[in-house]
C-alpha cells in the first residue's frame, strides 16, 4: 500500500469511527445549550413590576466598598466607595456562617456572616461536581456590593454603626452609618 492509499484509507477510518459514535451517543451528548440550560425569555419592560416597599419604613444599606490585599492575600485595606440607604426588605441573613463577621451595631445588634469577598471561585467539573470548585484565587482589588439589613425581622435595629471583622476578629472595616447623606445617594 502506498502513502497516499494509506493516509485515505486512515481518515476513511476516523470518519465511519466519528459516525459510529454520532449514531450511538447522539441523545446523550452535551451540547452548549444543554450545559446552560434554556433560553431566557424576554420580558418587556412595561411587563415588569417593581419590587413593593415595606409599608413599616424597612430600610437596608447598601455599601460599595473597594477592598485591596497584596499578592500574599494580607488585607491592605478596605474603603467606602458609596453608602447608600433603600427603603426595602432585607436578604435573610441572621445567624448565617461565613469567613467574615459583618456586625450592626445599634439600640439592637445583629450580626451575619459573609464570604470573603477577594476569594474568587472556579466551578465546573460537570454534572456530579457543579457546586465543588476545583481552583479558588485571592483578588488583589476587588469592588463590592453588600447589602446590610437596618431592621431584623420586623424590629428597627436603630443601627449606628456597621463593621466588617475578618476570620481572626480583626477590624476589616468601620463606618457610620450616615442616613441624611446616605438617603439622597439614590
Do not use: C
Not at 413593593?52 to 419604613?57: A, K, L, S, V, Y
Not at 492575600?73 to 432585607?90: C, D, F, H, M, P
Amino acid at each position: 500500500m502506498n502513502r497516499k492509499q494509506t493516509i485515505l484509507l486512515t481518515a476513511g477510518l476516523g470518519v465511519l469511527v466519528l459516525a459510529g459514535a454520532v449514531l450511538l451517543f447522539g441523545s446523550a451528548a452535551i451540547t452548549a445549550q444543554n450545559e446552560v440550560g434554556p433560553k431566557p425569555t424576554f420580558v418587556p419592560a412595561d411587563a415588569l413590576t417593581p419590587v413593593p416597599t415595606p409599608p413599616d419604613g424597612r430600610q437596608v444599606a447598601i455599601l460599595t466598598l473597594v477592598i485591596e490585599s497584596d499578592p500574599e492575600g494580607r488585607l491592605k485595606g478596605a474603603q467606602l466607595e458609596r453608602g447608600r440607604i433603600v427603603n426595602s426588605y432585607a436578604p435573610n441573613v441572621a445567624e448565617r456562617p461565613g469567613e467574615w463577621t459583618v456586625e450592626v451595631i445599634g439600640e439592637r445588634n445583629l450580626s451575619f456572616g459573609i464570604e470573603d469577598p477577594r476569594r474568587l471561585h472556579v466551578y465546573g467539573g460537570g454534572e456530579e461536581q457543579r457546586d465543588v470548585a476545583h481552583a479558588s484565587e485571592m483578588q488583589t482589588s476587588v469592588v463590592v456590593d453588600l447589602v446590610v439589613p437596618l431592621w431584623n425581622l420586623d424590629t428597627d435595629l436603630q443601627a449606628k454603626e456597621i463593621r466588617i471583622l475578618d476570620q481572626e476578629g480583626n477590624v476589616v472595616f468601620v463606618t457610620e452609618i450616615d442616613r441624611e447623606r446616605w438617603s439622597r445617594e439614590q
